[in-house]
């Protein structure tokens, strides 16, 4: 991992993000990006232009202060960390930089859990997850950095899936980690026998990390299977892959990834179908 690119609006849910990302990066000694965006003043009316100008003047320098301030506390003095501040919608922002400075991953907080987090699944962290070309990891606001031993891999056995988790294999041998990929069926589906030498085929054919395992979860809900599992295996992070869809299926039909992340407390990894694959 070459670079890491962190958003932050100095929420506790960022500052949460950072003391993760100061953890992770003890073994990954990564460059990190620190981005903050900042609204700019919209004047209704009549206004000299002068002061217009004094308005954003005002909200840059305290913007720029503030970002100043988190460097230090969080980074100290003499840390070599970049600092970028930009006037526009965090979101945008956001994706833009990530492609301008081919960053690694993007790491920011997440939104909540539960049922207001439903509400607000436009939030910016969701829409970044989305919309963005690189790999993005979430972290919920009380998630704490634990070993990488275990990432859970929910996967759909697609060769296009499988072949994306590859992104991962830098990051998983920096911490050793065991790569588990989980499929879940549904109770009317094969055997989970017949379904685990499926699974056992697709990853050895498309896969090819040693340190890895397959496994088939039976329940009704993917979502609630998977929570499931990273449960019961104590697992320190969820990867989940991302298909961009239009518009009348994100309305209608809300993909895979938008309940996982509205329901997890573990970091989450998203990898996208179209990531421009600036690896680890």
Do not use: W
């Amino acid at each position: 991992m070459n670079t890491i690119l962190c958003p932050v609006d100095f929420s506790n849910n960022s500052k949460n993000a950072i003391r993760y990302v100061l953890a992770m990066n003890k073994v990954l000694k990564a460059k990190i990006i620190l981005l903050h965006t900042f609204e700019t003043p919209f004047i209704y009316g009549d206004i000299a232009p002068f002061t217009a100008q004094l308005d954003y003047k005002y909200i840059h320098d305290a913007a720029a202060n503030k970002l100043r301030s988190f460097k230090k506390k969080y980074f100290g003095d003499d840390a070599e960390v970049e600092m970028i501040l930009q006037p526009g919608l965090p979101s945008a922002r956001t994706i833009e930089i990530a492609m301008e400075k081919k960053v690694s991953i993007i790491v920011m907080g997440a939104t909540g859990t539960g049922a207001a987090a439903r509400l607000f699944i436009g939030s910016n962290a969701l829409r970044v997850a989305k919309q963005a070309h690189c790999a993005v990891m979430l972290i919920p606001e009380k998630a704490r950095f634990a070993k990488l031993d275990k990432i859970v891999c929910a996967t759909d056995l697609s060769e296009e899936n499988l072949t994306h988790t590859r992104e991962l294999f830098p990051l998983a041998k920096k911490f050793n980690s065991e790569l588990m990929y989980l499929y879940v069926h549904s109770i009317a589906d094969e055997k989970d026998e017949e379904m685990l030498k499926v699974v056992s085929k697709k990853i050895k054919e498309f896969v090819p990390y040693p340190k890895k395992s397959g496994y088939v979860c039976t329940d009704v809900s993917i979502a609630s299977g998977v929570e499931y599992f990273l449960r019961k295996h104590l697992a320190a992070c969820l990867v989940i892959y991302h298909r961009h869809r239009n518009v009348i299926q994100a309305i209608y039909d809300p993909s895979l990834s938008s309940q996982i992340l509205l329901h997890t407390k573990l970091p989450i990894i998203v990898l996208h179908a179209d990531d421009y694959m600036a690896g680890f």
